[in-house]
């Protein structure tokens, strides 16, 4: 059975097939925090290409201290729902379904491009390397107060409800990457000694605040979803669940809460991880039954069939972002490069993509 082809049941959608456009970044918006119409006109060429399920860029969760890259976008104002609506639209038009995912980068943050210049995370450390777009240390964050806590959980409340008006079908929380939920998810980055900090459970709390907050604003017959990532774009090397232990204790945690969809970013889906033969995606499977999405280094037929037996649905980033005709590529079996790190940042320039 070609079950890469196959309609896959994610509540009430039926998918076309198990591909999906995994989220990426452009950082095109201007001022009013709006992408520029060719970056939100590739996302409807991937639906016309086949996809299944197209992913937005991480919007920004608020206008005080989510943003972590320059041109980032948001969905807080009428102007901004109403750049996205015909998106969706478009995207549904090709019988595709369309999920906002939203982030708040924490300590990853860049001041400049946050109205309110702050930097907040868990804990008041750095990565230790230097932010590669400025050259320059990340700053010492502030350690977030509960004030803080809440109105964070906020701005990802009002950004819900932005989607859910703009017409999205789902709505993704961006728990991985190591920006702010991640933060506080890894021992790495969480050093809090109240219920925020210590015990797994304690660091999931936050994270678990924001899906509860969150999913009293996204109607029944939508989609939420949680992505999460054993890696972050700072201080790659590091293992941010560290044990196979805590990483399974999280993917519990988040079984038992109201999500649809668990979506598992790696770099590579087949490296198995915490030195146990396995990859992320078969620990997590061996904790849940949710539907699980795969991303990481899938590029061509074979890595997406192979993908397909630890996931339901597989994404893909760098082969969908340069390659506007990858879907048929894939159903065709045709040889195909696999991209590098390097090739993406073409997604960052005044460039339209193909
Ligand atoms: C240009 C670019 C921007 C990205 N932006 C995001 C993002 O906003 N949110 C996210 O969760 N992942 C982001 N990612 C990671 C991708 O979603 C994906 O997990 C990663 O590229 C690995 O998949 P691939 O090997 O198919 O490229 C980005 C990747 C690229 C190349």
């Known amino acids: 059975m070609d079950t890469l082809f196959s309609p ?38 991937r639906a016309e290409n086949g996809v299944g399920i197209i992913y ?8 005080e201290s989510a943003q972590g890259y320059p041109g980032q976008a948001r969905m807080l104002t009428q102007r901004q729902l109403d750049a996205w609506k015909p998106v969706v639209e478009a995207i549904h038009r090709q019988g595709a379904i369309a999920v906002m995912q939203m982030f708040h980068c924490g300590r990853m943050a860049w001041p400049e491009v946050n109205p309110a210049h702050r930097v907040i995370a868990p804990s008041s450390i750095t990565p230790q390397q230097d932010n590669p777009l400025t050259g320059a240390p990340y ?8 004030f803080d806590i809440s109105h964070v959980i906020n701005g990802f409340v009002e950004t819900a409800r932005g989607a859910v008006a703009a017409g999205f079908d789902g709505i993704e929380i961006h728990g991985a990457h190591g920006y702010l939920i991640s933060q506080f998810l890894s021992a790495y980055t969480n050093k809090r000694i109240d219920e ?34 054993d890696w972050g774009v700072a201080d790659m090397e590091v293992s941010l669940f560290e044990t196979r232990e805590a990483y399974q204790q999280v993917v519990g945690l988040l079984a038992a ?12 889906f087949q490296q198995p991880a915490f030195d146990s033969g396995k ?3 078969q620990l997590a499977r061996e904790v849940t039954d949710l539907p699980l ?4 280094g899938i590029y061509d037929r074979a890595s997406a069939e192979a993908a397909l037996q630890d996931a339901d649905i597989v994404l893909s980033g760098k082969s969908l972002l340069l390659n506007p005709n990858w879907v048929e590529d894939v159903r065709h079996g045709k040889t195909l490069e696999r991209f590098q790190s390097e090739d993406a940042n073409i997604a960052y320039t005044a460039e339209p993509l193909p």
């Open 8 to 45: 896959f049941q994610l509540k009430r959608f039926t998918l076309k097939n198990r591909l999906g456009l995994a989220p990426m970044t452009r950082m095109s918006a201007g001022e009013d925090s709006i992408p520029r119409q060719d970056v939100l006109d590739f996302l409807v060429r």
């Open 56 to 63: 937005t860029e991480a919007i920004v969760t608020d206008y």
């Open 139 to 146: 700053p010492v964050p502030d350690v977030m107060s509960r």
């Open 196 to 229: 925020y900090g210590g015990s797994v459970t304690n660091r999931f709390r936050f994270f678990h605040e924001v899906i509860a907050a969150v999913k009293a604003v996204v109607p029944d017959d939508r989609l939420l979803l949680a992505r999460i990532s």
């Open 257 to 268: 809460e109201p999500i649809d969809a668990l979506s598992i970013s790696t770099y590579q």
């Open 279 to 281: 990859n992320m995606a």
């Open 293 to 296: 999405l795969l991303c990481g």
